[in-house]
């Protein structure tokens, strides 16, 4: 496996790319922020978020629809909202018949739910284009800019960094447990439900031992190369003229949207 | 696919409201400053490698399944092992940083209901699942294993009632219906979660006994933990039944105390006519709110001055 098969970022060059990983970061946060503190049926307001959104994926040169074609990774979280399109009183819209009981949509349930999808729908978008057009390691970096505990981000950052090689240690768990499971036609193969939850078991155990082992490994090739408890970094972030003046215009157009969406 | 979400656990962004998102934030940070400066005591730079690994390894356990019927399969979460092979402390850590990075990389969980996330699945699982355990510290190796199954299953509760309430109390879901459907769910999840647990446990036990001695803390830490695992646990125990049987109960509790307006309502217009909602219509009010505007335009205008100095 390759080391970036985990990897979200697209390369081009844009002016999106180009910012500082801490300004794409905060921006994006303060977006989601923005979308939970709007009031039910702003639409004016979900709108105008929407706009903001597509600017940006203009922006990101990835494309108008880019973030939209891989945003439906939250819709089936949906499910657990579906309930307030009934139980919040307002003047019932419709009716219907499911498993000989009644449901009624009210007008204020729908807008309760459709306000919930929308402005999950704004976030996860924007969340989708930060790792698009922000290189991993960069966004761990821009964290540690942003004060999370160092301890954390260097966690975060093996994490990503081995995450592909435990992900082939995986695979090949699981090749071994195929290639071991042979059926005949009508036989199912295996034991039954516990005993393939044994097995699964034990491979998570070996997994660990192995994982385990190869920290060692690691941290011994880490020393000889002059590891001393801090990890070091060539890219050195710098906040540029540009960066300031996105922030800054970021925060007004949240701003407004904000304002937009109590009228 | 490479990643595909397995929790029906994870909250998206939008789905919980904003003052229940900065409460969970509040708690989770202040439950990670503490496990920080408590590992940061009692492990050395080599441990940084290895809860770095270990927290891969946690997310790459989370794709060994096995089939039970009819299309699904059981999965491993992950946070009770977490915590009884690492340690809570290490276990909390390495759990939020899986948990970071399936929001940050996969969109698998909100950014803002992050903390919301990690209190969920990454801390009270490890709280429960490792005080669960140790209080089976002394016994033999299958009552530790049984104890272990168990305290797996319950973390899984924990998490699943925890996001439920939370859920509720964003106005997003109906209390008599989330409690039902998470809990059951969940139920069926646990039960995945401990058999997985309690074999790779077994498993690490028979092969390298050393590694699960090794990591023991001292006898009174383990006892504060036993005690805090136990209590959440009760609490669960307890709870469940009652909210899943008369949800109703749970909110009239809720109106009585007043709290399920403050959660419900307010959230969704922090300023209303220029007025903070929690402290009431009156002036103290309205001035608050002209601070929050002044410092809005006052980052402005200091970004767009930092920007004009980093120029020259």
Not at chain 1, 230 to 258: C, G, S
Not at chain 2, 54 to 68: E, K, L, R, S, Y
Not at chain 2, 265 to 291: H, M, N, R, W
Request: one cysteine or more.
């Amino acid at each position: 496996m390759h080391f970036d098969a985990f990897d979200r970022y697209h390369e081009k060059e844009s002016f999106l790319h180009r910012l500082d990983p801490r300004v794409k970061a905060l921006v994006t946060v303060i977006f989601i922020v923005s979308n939970a503190l709007l009031p039910d049926g702003a639409w004016l307001a979900f709108i105008f978020g929407w706009i903001f959104l597509i600017a940006a994926n203009l922006l990101s040169q990835l494309g108008i629809g880019y973030t939209l074609k891989r945003s439906l990774v939250a819709l089936p979280f949906a499910l657990i909202a579906i309930t307030v399109l009934f139980t919040i009183p307002g003047k019932p819209l419709f009716t219907f018949q499911l498993f000989a009981s009644h449901f009624t949509v009210t007008d204020a349930g729908f807008l309760r739910f459709v306000s919930i999808l929308i402005r999950s729908w704004l976030s996860v978008q924007m969340a989708i284009l930060l790792v698009a057009v922000t290189r991993f390691p960069d966004l761990i970096h821009a964290l540690e800019h942003l004060k999370v505990p160092a301890i954390l981000t260097t966690i975060i950052a093996f994490l990503y960094r081995y995450l592909f090689v435990l992900t082939d240690e995986v695979f090949r768990l699981l090749r071994a447990r195929e290639s071991r499971s042979a059926a005949t036609t009508g036989n199912r193969s295996g034991g039954g439900v516990l005993w393939r939850a044994r097995v699964a078991g034990n491979m998570a155990g070996q997994l660990f031992l192995r994982s385990y082992e190869r920290s060692d490994r690691i941290y011994n090739a880490m020393l000889s190369r002059g590891y001393s408890g801090h990890l070091y970094t060539l890219n050195a972030h710098e906040m540029k003229p540009r960066d300031y003046y996105v922030t800054a215009l970021a925060i007004v157009v949240i701003f407004v949207t904000q304002i937009l969406g109590r009228f | 696919m490479l990643y595909s979400p397995v929790q029906p656990m994870h909250i998206p962004d939008g789905f919980l409201s904003l003052a229940i998102s900065i409460i969970c934030w509040v708690i989770t940070a202040s439950v990670l400053g503490l496990a920080i400066s408590k590992t940061n005591k009692s492990l050395g730079e080599k441990q940084i490698p290895l809860m770095g690994v270990m927290a891969a390894f946690i997310f790459a356990a989370q794709m060994i399944n096995f089939p039970v019927a009819g299309g699904t399969s059981g999965h491993l979460l992950g946070g009770a092992l977490a915590a009884i092979v690492l340690g809570p402390w290490a276990g909390m850590l390495v759990m939020t940083s899986v948990i970071a990075v399936q929001g940050l990389l996969f969109q698998d969980g909100g950014l803002v209901v992050m903390g919301a996330n990690i209190l969920n699945m990454g801390l009270v699982t490890a709280a429960v699942g490792y005080g669960l355990y140790r209080s089976a510290a002394s016994q033999s190796k299958s009552v530790k294993l049984g104890v272990a199954g168990v305290a797996a299953w319950l973390s899984v509760m924990t998490g699943a009632l925890l996001t439920s309430l939370q859920l509720w109390l964003s106005g997003t879901s109906d209390l008599q219906v989330v409690i039902p459907a998470m809990l059951g769910v969940h139920a069926l999840i646990g039960v995945g979660e401990a058999l997985i647990t309690v074999s790779a446990l077994a498993f690490i036990i028979q092969t390298r006994p050393d590694l699960l001695a090794e990591g023991s803390e001292s006898a009174k830490g383990s006892r504060n933990w036993v005690f805090v695992g136990g209590l959440i646990a009760l609490v669960v125990v307890l709870f469940s039944p009652l909210a899943s049987a008369s949800p109703d109960g749970l909110e009239r509790v809720a109106t009585d105390m007043g709290f399920i307006n403050a959660s419900q309502s307010a959230p969704y217009s922090i300023i209303p006519d220029y007025t903070l909602p929690f402290l009431g219509e009156t002036a103290i009010s309205t001035i608050l709110a002209g601070v929050i505007g002044v410092i809005v335009v006052g980052a402005v205008i200091v970004l767009v001055g930092r920007g004009i100095k980093a120029r020259a």
